[in-house]
């Protein structure tokens, strides 16, 4: 979220740790799911959106992803955007990790 933040020019995005006291409850979130997925919602509210869903939603207010947003929204389209969203997102503890 540090790098995403930094790319932020238009401060389009408010990141809120699923881990800070209350907005589970607050929210309504499940946490089984915030697990496996990342989630998003618009400041002006409405529902969730997860996994790519969630990733589109950022690409769209980050000018820097601009030019790779519509290939996500391609992805989900062809029904590979999810499984690749869902892939990375259960190796992303070791992604960042040198070897060893």
Do not use: C
Not at 12 to 26: N, T, Y
Not at 41 to 52: C, D, L, M, V, Y
Not at 58 to 76: C, H, Y
């Amino acid at each position: 979220m540090a790098t995403l933040k930094r790319f932020d020019w238009l401060n389009a995005l408010e990141p809120v740790s699923f881990h800070a006291p209350g907005v589970i409850a607050r929210d309504g979130l499940d946490l089984m799911r915030l697990n496996r997925r990342m989630q998003t919602r618009r400041a002006s509210g409405g529902p969730i959106s997860e996994g790519i869903d969630a990733v589109i939603q950022i690409a769209w207010r980050v000018p820097v992803l601009w030019p790779v947003a519509p290939f996500l929204v391609l992805a989900r389209g062809l029904g590979i955007g999810q499984r690749a969203y869902d892939y990375l997102a259960a190796r992303r503890h070791r992604l960042g990790r040198p070897p060893v």
